[in-house]
């Protein structure tokens, strides 16, 4: 089956699951190509050329995949558009459709793609709705940038980035999504092993995704979890492997930090759920923080300044979410 794009997935030891994966894209008539990190040490390389999966060796100095492996896929595809899917998630077959139709015969350059973050809830799995994740629309959460005219972007090899810039950029619709495997698939002390080495790379990069990759560490935030909107993941899913039960480990500094990161996510959703959640006093919030900035050059109150200005861009957030509520959904 040809489309407008090509499919590219990079990965890094990602043997034990990428079996599953290519065979839910086989089933869609989709035959994506791997960009496979040199340094893998699971024979991932080698599964996937056995299967008879596209593949290419990618060889780099950082230690993350924007630090080169995304421009490195852009000199192996002929097709105008990309549309970059990491190993452990799925694409919905409602944005594969959009992409073709829609997405790829636009001018924009850059669609930014709805996120739904996967966890094992109950008895079932759930995509975490966490607030500080929504971005546009009810159900529009982890925005990424991944459907791209990899000839128009400026590359980057910066973590966390898209692996590039663009200045034309706008948003799929939200049913248009990704699901995100990455707590289904890793036990938590590989989760926060790729925190600590994100961390060491650079200083601040890792332990701010803390609350997202370990939610077995965060139990007092409220996740909102919610049940698919479709069945269509289920076959993928229950096909997945389960990870081998690990116990955390954590230094002093990184328990500390990961509690002032839980605290600070709780009292953020506090905030959002606030009845002072409403535009014009968080507009006088925000507002009273610039003013009091200004007082800086004479008095410390730089902190008492920024302090505001987050309160009230939570409290402005919030109302925005309330807006978005449909008549019948719940009071969450």
């Known amino acids: 089956m040809s489309h407008a794009f090509e499919i590219v ?31 893998s040490e699971d024979r991932t390389e080698e599964l996937l050329r056995s299967a008879g999966a596209r593949t290419a060796l990618c060889r780099m100095e950082a230690d993350f995949p924007e630090g ?24 919905s077959r409602r944005l594969l459709v959009w992409a073709e139709e829609t997405g790829c015969r636009t001018n924009v350059d850059c669609w930014s793609l709805s996120r739904l973050p996967l966890l094992r809830y109950e008895d079932g799995i759930r995509y975490a709705r966490l607030r500080s994740l929504h971005h546009s629309g009810k159900e529009f959460i982890g925005p990424h940038n991944r459907l791209y005219r990899h000839r128009r972007v400026e590359y ?19 049913d248009a999504f990704l699901v995100h495997c990455e ?11 790729k925190l600590r080495r994100y961390e060491a790379g650079t200083p601040g ?9 370990l939610p077995e560490l965060f139990p007092q935030v409220n996740r909102r979890p919610a ?65 009091i900035g200004f007082l800086d050059k004479w008095f410390p109150v730089q902190a008492i300044a920024q302090r505001l200005h987050r309160y009230g861009a939570d409290l402005h957030w919030g109302a925005e979410l309330r807006e978005m509520r449909r008549p019948g959904d719940p009071q969450s």
């Open 9 to 39: 997935i990079p990965t890094r030891n990602g043997a034990r699951w990428l079996g599953q994966f290519l065979a839910a894209y086989r089933k869609l008539g989709i035959d994506p190509l791997y960009i496979v990190d040199a340094r």
């Open 68 to 91: 080169g492996m995304i421009e490195f896929a852009s000199h192996l595809v002929e097709r105008d558009w990309i549309l970059r899917i990491d190993d452990d998630e799925f694409p």
């Open 156 to 174: 980057c090899h910066e973590m966390h980035s898209a692996g590039f810039k663009t200045h034309r950029m706008q948003f799929a619709p939200a």
């Open 183 to 193: 707590v289904l698939l890793k036990n938590a002390t590989e989760r926060l092993e």
């Open 205 to 213: 990069s890792g332990w701010k995704f803390a609350y997202h990759s």
């Open 227 to 291: 049940p698919l909107p479709s069945d269509e993941f289920d076959a993928l899913l229950g096909s997945l492997p389960q990870p081998q039960a690990a116990r955390v480990t954590l230094t002093e500094e990184e328990r500390r930090t990961i509690h002032r990161a839980a605290k600070a996510l709780a009292r953020q959703d506090r905030r959002m759920k606030s009845l002072f959640a409403n535009k014009k006093f968080a507009e006088f919030v925000c507002t009273s923080g610039r003013a």
